[in-house]
């Protein structure tokens, strides 16, 4: 019987490397996310395939219920006491006996259909709704896998007590009866890994969602503020001098065009389109962006591009809105003076731009996480600028990297495709 037990218990183990394989994060479309009953019922004919189930299986199991339903009350009432003997497991169960009682006839009723299933797609679909169920009240995938354990003791103890026949018909019944417990405990895995990673991601969702209107209500706020404070002045005050007015209505006009850059950078986030990708001069790109940034004086620009440097290939306004994101940010690092200096290059599989800077630097331990949503090293800052560069590199087949010291610096350099040799050549 123990052989046959450690051959279920072997098929166990194969079938959680198939099941970790499967949920691996980057392959896509992974079951981990599965909900559609097509999905589910096909995943349970794979396991029965990968364990060689068949019809003689099924028959083996069904002869057995004869001899294990009589003694299934007895296995349940023995598994709801271990159960009260481990606080972490017991503590999910709230409505208290009722509840116990509700769950024991279910069990009961849970191996009756174990024993006697058709293996067809309603019984797979209620097998997928326990380990949903064990996500809801909050039990630990760890508790199902033992309680499924104990269970599987019971069944076979019971099997060797009670088998009428002779031990090589009891070790072909118990090996039938293990795959279907291997199946039965790898789908309530699935269901329970597919529950999981939905909750998570919602909750997720809900944080990201905080932190997001957390940071455009501060953006917003401190602009809007002070439109307030100049509309106030200009209202309240009894003789506003010519140059006083000017100088409020330009601090009105700065502040509400940062308002607007806080929503079109949130927009811009959002949607980004399908790139439309085509030839394109990058200088001429570059200095489109200079013209419409705000950079000032005390900020020294400079532009190098080779005659012959081969037009990109990508989505020009796209690029225009990396370009201009760290534009803005080599400007925010050097609030007295510095340079700002734009760099083509080509280089051996495309065109290589770089935007570097004589600021303040970014810490080395910051460096990994500038390009993360909502992750910021400026004291107003959403973090959503470069999270959006990367994105739209990666959408046109680009790339983004950086370079930076403390006190010294920054260099951003974007990387593109070349456009083919009879590409147009847009202004």
């Keep these: 019987m123990y052989d046959a037990l450690r051959l279920g218990l ?30 589910i019922y096909g995943r349970y004919q794979e396991l029965q395939t990968f364990v060689n189930w068949t019809d003689e299986d099924a028959r083996q199991v069904h002869d057995l219920a004869p001899i294990l339903d009589p003694h299934l009350p007895a296995l349940v009432d023995d598994f709801y006491a271990e159960i009260a003997r481990h606080p972490e497991a017991h503590k999910v169960f709230t409505g208290g006996q009722k509840q116990v009682y509700r769950l024991k006839f279910a069990l009961q009723a849970w191996l009756h ?44 103890r019971l099997l060797d007590e009670s088998w009428p026949g002779d031990r090589a018909g009891l070790v072909k019944a118990i090996r039938s009866l293990n795959k279907l417990l ?14 999981y990673a939905a909750r998570l991601q919602g909750a997720e969702r809900l944080a990201t969602l905080g932190q997001i209107a957390g940071g455009v209500a501060h953006e917003l706020r401190n602009p809007l503020n002070v439109v307030k404070t100049s509309l106030y002045y ?58 419409e940034s705000i950079i000032p004086t005390v900020i020294e620009v400079s532009i190098d591009f080779p005659a012959d440097l081969p037009p990109a290939l990508a989505d020009r306004g796209q690029i225009g809105i990396v370009l201009g994101n760290l534009v803005r940010n080599a400007v925010d690092a050097m609030p007295s003076s510095g340079q700002l200096i734009l760099s083509g290059r080509r280089v051996e599989d495309g065109l290589e731009v770089e935007v570097a800077d004589t600021g303040s630097g970014i810490a080395p331990f910051d460096l990994g996480r500038i390009m993360e949503p909502l992750f910021s090293t400026k004291a107003r800052g959403m973090g959503l600028g470069l999270a959006l560069s990367k994105m739209i590199l990666d959408r046109n087949r680009g790339s983004l990297r950086v370079a930076s010291e403390l006190g010294k610096g920054s260099q951003f350099t974007v990387r593109m495709a070349v456009a083919p040799l009879e590409g147009d050549l847009p202004g």
Excluded at 259 to 285: G, H, M, Q, W, Y
Aim: hydrophobic residues 35%; proline residues 4%; contains cysteine.
């Design 234 to 291: 200009l209202n309240s005050a009894r003789a506003v001098t010519p140059e006083k007015q000017t100088e409020h209505m330009r601090r009105i006009e700065r502040n509400v065009t940062r308002a607007d850059e806080v929503i079109t950078t949130l927009t811009n986030f959002a949607r980004v389109p399908v790139p439309e990708v085509k030839p394109f001069s990058i200088e001429s790109c570059v200095r489109d962006v200079l013209a």
């Design 113 to 156: 259909h174990l024993l006697t299933g058709a293996y067809d797609r309603e019984y797979v679909l209620r097998r997928w709704t326990v380990g949903a169920r064990h996500v809801e009240i909050g039990l630990d995938q760890v508790y199902t896998n033992m309680a499924l354990s104990r269970l599987r003791d019971g069944l076979t």
């Design 10 to 39: 072997g098929t166990l183990s194969h079938l959680r490397e198939q099941r970790s394989s499967t949920h691996d994060p980057d392959h896509s479309g992974g079951f981990a996310q599965m909900k559609n009953p097509d999905q």
């Design 182 to 195: 291997d199946i039965d405990l790898a789908k309530i895995g699935d269901a329970y890994q597919a529950e």
